[in-house]
């Protein structure tokens, strides 16, 4: 028997609460996330919208704002309580990401706002409000957040996102350090760097992937996921997005990484937008990150389909 001793793990942060994408095409983008991808609109404020997947416990995880161009406006991450809270701030602060509050938003409260080294805006808050269906979206099952009324593709609830970062091991270093994420699996190809890593903040294959930017800039998103129940419901997805005229750019398949089985399209704004399903569960305290290669069947999928080059070329903001 042998004992791994290791920094004491933070559990600190609970989840991937929300994320804000911007569109150069606010009511086309908006139409599709609703319409197509499934979300319900809750509200519209300041110029935004905000919505949510029906398995979503939070009144809201997606607010989408127009802007100039795609991209991600900022991603917030959920506290354990607010004592977790303050220490995370501490924390950011010794590690050098200074940032302010913000009095809250639609669905929660006070955040402290900063920008991860990669570039990203990014806030961590604790109040927030529980979405509490009414009418036909009462469940029938007293422990569900909503009854199952599908619209398109019926995205579930928010589960996680893909961001670029010019340097893969300072950003995720900085959030293993400062926030508590945990490294679950990272990528070394043969004669290069690291050129990704998925991280989680309690047992889940991945909150946050983190994969390495070619070009000379940062902040740039890659994509972001909602969850499905089963693989059935991706390939559901793909019959919906086909019939709904939106093209299908990757999948669906299944990642080797994180065993998610997955599909790809691009939002009419410029955003990618995953359809994910499953993933690795870890239980382990001292899971041991796991080191891919080329070389150590490290496909970029589990099946080998081959990867689009728009899956490694195009991003958000889209470079001029």
Same mark, same amino acid.
């Given at each position: 028997m042998s004992t791994t001793h290791s920094e004491e793990p933070v559990y600190d942060l609970a989840q991937l609460g929300h994320a804000e994408l911007l569109t150069p095409v606010y009511e086309d983008s908006l139409r599709f996330f609703v319409d197509v991808y499934g979300l319900d609109l809750v509200a519209e404020e300041g110029g935004s919208a905000y919505l949510r997947g029906?398995?979503?416990?939070?009144?809201?995880?997606?607010?989408?704002?127009?802007?100039?161009?795609?991209?991600?406006?900022?991603?917030?991450?959920?506290?354990?309580?607010?004592?977790?809270?303050?220490?995370?701030?501490?924390?950011?602060?010794?590690?050098?990401?200074?940032?302010?509050?913000?009095?809250?938003?639609?669905g929660h409260g006070k955040a402290f706002r900063f920008r991860a080294p990669s570039g990203q805006l990014m806030e961590i808050?604790?109040?927030? !409000?529980?979405? /509490?269906?009414? $009418?036909?979206? &009462?469940?029938?099952?007293? #422990?569900?957040?909503?009854? !199952?009324?599908? /619209?398109?593709? $019926?995205?579930? &609830?928010?589960?996680?996102? #893909?961001?670029?970062?010019?340097?893969?091991?300072?950003?995720?270093?900085?959030?293993?350090?400062?926030?508590?994420?945990?490294?679950?699996?990272?990528?070394?190809?043969?004669?290069q760097g690291e050129v990704g890593a998925w991280m989680s903040l309690m047992n889940k294959a991945h909150d946050l992937a983190i994969t390495r930017e070619s070009a000379p800039t940062s902040g740039r998103l890659h994509h972001l996921a909602y969850a499905v129940e089963n693989r059935e419901d991706v390939l559901r997805a793909a019959d919906t997005f086909s019939q709904l005229g939106r093209p299908i750019e990757f999948g669906p398949a299944k990642h080797s990484r994180t065993q998610g089985f997955f599909l790809y399209v691009i939002e009419p704004g410029g955003n990618r937008i995953e359809v994910f399903s499953g993933g690795i569960h870890i239980y382990a305290p001292d899971w041991e990150a796991v080191r891919w290669t080329t070389e150590a069947g490290g496909r970029s999928t589990a099946w080998g389909l081959d990867v689009p080059p728009s899956f490694h070329a195009h991003a958000t903001p889209v470079l001029d």
């Open positions: 029906w398995g979503d416990t939070e009144l809201t995880t997606l607010k989408l704002t127009p802007a100039a161009r795609a991209g991600l406006g900022h991603v917030g991450w959920r506290a354990v309580s607010a004592q977790a809270l303050d220490r995370r701030v501490a924390a950011l602060r010794e590690a050098g990401l200074d940032g302010d509050w913000i009095d809250g938003d639609v808050y604790y109040e927030s !409000e529980k979405y /509490r269906p009414t $009418g036909e979206k &009462r469940p029938y099952l007293p #422990n569900q957040p909503q009854a !199952e009324i599908h /619209r398109g593709v $019926g995205a579930q &609830r928010i589960d996680h996102l #893909n961001i670029l970062a010019p340097d893969v091991p300072e950003t995720r270093d900085v959030m293993a350090r400062a926030l508590g994420f945990k490294l679950r699996e990272y990528l070394v190809p043969p004669g």
